[in-house]
C-alpha cells in the first residue's frame, strides 16, 4: 500500500510539471512529440532525415534522452539543428522537469517543431506525461511483429506509429508479417496512421513529412 502512495504522488507531481510544458508550449505556438521505441530502433537515423527534409519549411529542435553520452544529440547539431541533451544516469525514462529545462534551454518560440526522443524503452516512457503535443509510436522490422500486442499502451497512446527499416524485409531474412503489426495497431487506436519507412534509404518519409507539415500547420 504505502509503494502504491508513493508512486501516485510521484505521477502526480510529474504531471504538475507536464501541464507548465504544455502551457509554454502551447504559448510558442510550438508543436512537441514524443518518439519512444525500444533501444536501436533508429529513431535518431528518422530525426536525422526528417531535419534534412523539412529544414527549409519547418523550424525544428530536439530534446535527446539518454541514460549516458550525447552521440544522438551530436549527429543532430551535425544537421545544424538546435539539440538539447539529456542524461538520466540510468533512469529508463525522461520526466517532465527534465524536459523543462530542456526547454528552457531551447528558444522554443523560434520553432515550428520539437521532438523528444526518449530513452529507448517501450514501458516506463509511455506512462510519464511530459506537457507534449502527443507520442510517436516507432518499432523496427528487426524487433518482431509483435510488439503492439506486448506493449499495448503506448501504441494505444501513440499519435502515429512508424514502423522502420522496411528496407531490411528485402533480404528475405527477416520474418515480420506488417498487415498483422497494422491489425493489432488498430484495434489499440483505429484513428493512429501508420508510416512504413526507412530512414536508411529514405523510403515512406515524404509520406512521413508531409504528415508532420500537415500538423504543424494545425497549430
Not at 509503494?3 to 502551457?23: C, D, F, T, Y
Amino acid at each position: 500500500m504505502y509503494k502504491v502512495r508513493v508512486g501516485k504522488k510521484i505521477l502526480r507531481a510529474n504531471e504538475e510539471i507536464a501541464q507548465e510544458n504544455s502551457r509554454l508550449l502551447g504559448d510558442a505556438k510550438s508543436l512537441c512529440l514524443n518518439m519512444i521505441s525500444s533501444p536501436g530502433s533508429g529513431k535518431t537515423t528518422i530525426l536525422v532525415r526528417t531535419i534534412e527534409t523539412l529544414k527549409d519549411k519547418v523550424k525544428i529542435g530536439v530534446i535527446e534522452g539518454d541514460i549516458q553520452t550525447d552521440l544522438d544529440a551530436e549527429r543532430i547539431r551535425a544537421t545544424g539543428t538546435a539539440a538539447i541533451q539529456i542524461n538520466t544516469e540510468g533512469a529508463c525514462h525522461l520526466s517532465a522537469a527534465q524536459v523543462h529545462q530542456g526547454l528552457s534551454d531551447l528558444d522554443i518560440e523560434g520553432l515550428d517543431l520539437i521532438f523528444i526522443e526518449n530513452v529507448g524503452n517501450l514501458v516506463c516512457p509511455s506512462a510519464f506525461e511530459l506537457g507534449e503535443t502527443g507520442k510517436l509510436a516507432v518499432l523496427s522490422v528487426s524487433e518482431g511483429d509483435d510488439k503492439p500486442a506486448k506493449y499495448p499502451a503506448i501504441f494505444a497512446k501513440s499519435k502515429a506509429v512508424l514502423i522502420n527499416k522496411i528496407d531490411l524485409l528485402e533480404t528475405g531474412q527477416i520474418d515480420f508479417d506488417i498487415e498483422k503489426v497494422k491489425t493489432e495497431c488498430r484495434k489499440l487506436n483505429k484513428e493512429t496512421p501508420i508510416f512504413l519507412v526507412s530512414a536508411k534509404t529514405g523510403e515512406g518519409m515524404d509520406q512521413w513529412c508531409r504528415w508532420l507539415e500537415e500538423l504543424v500547420g494545425s497549430v
